[in-house]
């Protein structure tokens, strides 16, 4: 069965474009103008990846994201964030509401779907291993991709959960921000090492009081180290 995304965006020849690509790659593709559109596919088809653009009428993309970070039907549903915008703040803040990467207009197909693949990839790899890793109070369940601290489940993005994965499995080893870029996100080279900073930043708040088991390198990268008794 042919893996499903759903592409939105409220420009009809954006959606052509991605469409004839995503087709040709052998997906299968359902697509929305608008926000409400979006957020009511997403829950009615459960697509495996979502392209959303940033720039939308009614509810924004921004928005969407927030909204089905929030629903735990959703919650780690794999996000690409397209934007025209290409300021930091703009990058950064798609990040910070939960999307999983982001991909600015105008944009290279066959670097989109280098994106998706990477990303589904992260997604099929979380999904097959099975195994549990404990760090003191925090537990991660790898087959059913769930993370918890002190036995109450955190929702975690796509990617938030193959960062904490890999940097728990890589327990005290620091990891450069280059390495988390290949390793997590699948880049060869990095593109911007400030869009780990983001989800490790967010990773963080989520984990709560076991945010503080990821200790900053200076000028290197992260590692998850065990705090003494």
């Not at 052509?16 to 829950?43: C, H, M, P, Q, W």
């Not at 993309?61 to 964030?81: F, N, Q, W, Y």
């Not at 890999?166 to 988390?180: A, H, Y």
């Amino acid at each position: 069965m042919s893996l499903r995304i759903l592409v939105v965006d409220d420009e009809p020849d954006a959606i052509e474009l991605i469409r004839f690509n995503l087709k040709a790659s052998g997906y299968d593709v359902i697509t929305a103008e608008d926000g409400e559109e979006a957020l009511s596919k997403s829950r009615k088809f459960s697509p495996d990846l979502i392209l959303l653009d940033v720039m939308l009428p009614e509810i924004d993309g921004l928005e969407v994201c927030k909204i089905l970070r929030r629903d735990p039907a959703t919650a780690s549903l794999p996000i690409i964030m397209l934007t025209a915008k290409a300021s930091e703040i703009d990058r950064v803040l798609g990040l910070e509401f939960g999307a999983d990467d982001y991909v600015t207009k105008p944009f290279s197909p066959r670097e989109l779907m280098l994106r998706v693949r990477n990303l589904l990839k992260r997604k099929e790899k979380s999904q097959g291993v099975v195994e549990r890793i404990h760090v003191k109070e925090l537990e991660l369940d790898i087959p059913c991709h769930e993370a918890r601290v002190s036995g109450k489940a955190v929702d975690l993005t796509a990617t938030e959960f193959k960062l904490l994965h890999l940097l728990m499995e890589r327990k005290g080893r620091v990891q450069s921000r280059d390495q988390l870029l290949k390793d997590v996100w699948g880049y060869d080279q990095a593109i911007d090492t400030r869009t780990v900073d983001t989800h490790v930043r967010r990773l963080r708040e989520k984990l709560g009081q076991a945010g503080h088991y990821i200790s900053t390198i200076r000028g290197v990268g992260y590692r998850l180290v065990e705090p003494c008794e």
